[in-house]
């Protein structure tokens, strides 16, 4: 057990509609980061918040949007849901801020199926 | 950008034999840090060993050791004495330790190796 709590494991739902991810981090740990996992992408990385403050971004569509809130939990919204969207979100923690020292810890995904 | 590149989609290795998943990556910086990470069928993703760039030693955990290559930019992953356990997909993965890079703080993963292991 990691550590690192996702909710829902597992989602279907149909396209052109909105899902929210959720993401609780472990104990102490400031900065979280999504990733998604896809076939034929592999592991991509979308967007990481430190301290409720978003510090980095990858391949995120436009469509997704994501925050971290005070007691440091983070969601991971999908609008307007495609059927390429279909992948496993996971989300990561780690204690550092300022400067990367460690690895970083993983929730067991969330599958989301657009059908 | 950082690019890892890991070239064996498949791997397959008698138990209790020895195997090494391979690892290349491209970067302009000095600091930084390697991962090798296992997902098994559970999906969950381990870590399994790391290296620091500023260190000569490679790292070793129990039967996982790395070979670090630094200037080769090359990062191996020997697993000795494979057991059935061991069967899972192997990301190796990279993250930048510049601060002020805009890379900073994410780790870049490979495509993966699917690891067999036969009884």
């Known amino acids: 057990d990691s550590g690192v709590t996702q909710t829902p494991k597992h989602l279907i739902t149909a396209t052109g509609q909105r899902v929210t991810l959720r993401c609780s981090p472990r104990?102490?740990?400031?900065?979280v980061y999504w990733y998604q996992q896809s076939l034929d992408q592999g592991l991509q990385f979308l967007i990481q918040?430190?301290?409720?403050?978003?510090?980095a971004k990858g391949n995120i569509l436009e469509r997704f949007s994501a925050q971290q809130f005070p007691d440091l939990h983070s969601e991971l919204n999908l609008s307007s849901l495609e059927l390429g969207d279909s992948a496993l979100y996971f989300c990561?923690?780690?204690?550092?801020?300022?400067?990367?020292?460690?690895?970083?810890?993983f929730g067991e995904g969330s599958r989301l199926t657009v059908l | 950008a950082q690019t890892v590149t890991q070239s064996q989609p498949e791997m397959s290795v008698q138990e209790a034999e020895t195997v090494t998943l391979s690892c290349t990556y491209d970067?302009?910086?000095?600091?930084?840090?390697l991962f090798w990470y296992k997902q098994p069928p559970s999906r969950q993703m381990i870590l399994v060993i790391r290296?620091?760039?500023?260190?000569?030693q490679n790292a070793t955990e129990n039967r996982f050791s790395v070979n670090f290559q630094k200037a080769a930019k090359s990062f191996s992953l020997k697993i000795s004495d494979s057991q059935l356990g061991d069967a899972a997909m192997y990301f190796c993965?990279?993250?930048?330790?510049?601060?002020?890079?805009?890379?900073?703080?994410?780790?870049?993963f490979g495509q993966g190796t699917i690891l067999t292991v036969h009884p």
């Open positions: 290296q620091e760039a500023y260190k000569q």
């Open positions: 993965a990279y993250r930048s330790a510049d601060a002020g890079g805009t890379s900073y703080g994410k780790l870049t």
């Open positions: 990561a923690s780690s204690v550092e801020g300022l400067l990367p020292t460690g690895e970083l810890f």
């Open positions: 970067t302009s910086e000095s600091d930084y840090y």
């Open positions: 918040y430190y301290n409720g403050e978003e510090r």
């Open positions: 104990s102490g740990d400031l900065s």
